[in-house]
């Protein structure tokens, strides 16, 4: 059974920082891709990053511009999404997915945890 712990959501003023931990468990890690998606209140569900661990791209939305970061532990098996100048737009739930195919194809999202609430404070 496939498996997603998102954890490291909280409250944070604007322009401060939050550190994002994906942990998936019951799939081969390194042949995998780790993504993340959000929900705003009222608002439909974006993505915001990706990677695909077995070579190490990442692929970011337009909206990050810069602020967050992707990366992977694959000792831990762990995947992170590091964000700063965190803004009042960025509240929302954060989901972090997984599935055994390279982001942008149709598998990265076979399997989707339970979300993280991430609240920007202004």
């Known amino acids: 059974e496939v498996q997603l712990q998102a954890s490291g959501g909280g409250l944070v003023q604007v322009g401060g920082s939050l550190r994002l931990s994906c942990a998936p468990s019951g799939i081969t890690f390194d042949d995998s891709a780790i993504g993340w998606f959000r929900q705003a209140p009222g608002k439909g569900r974006e993505g915001v990053s990706c990677?695909?661990?077995?070579?190490?791209?990442?692929y970011y939305a337009d909206f990050v511009e810069g602020r967050f970061t992707i990366s992977s532990d694959n000792a831990k098996n762990t995947v992170y999404l590091q964000m700063n100048n965190l803004k009042p737009e960025d509240t929302a739930v954060y989901y972090c997915t997984a599935g055994q195919g390279p982001c942008g194809s149709s598998s990265y999202t076979d399997y989707w945890g339970q979300g993280t609430l991430v609240t920007v404070s202004s």
């Open positions: 990677i695909t661990i077995s070579n190490g791209k990442s």
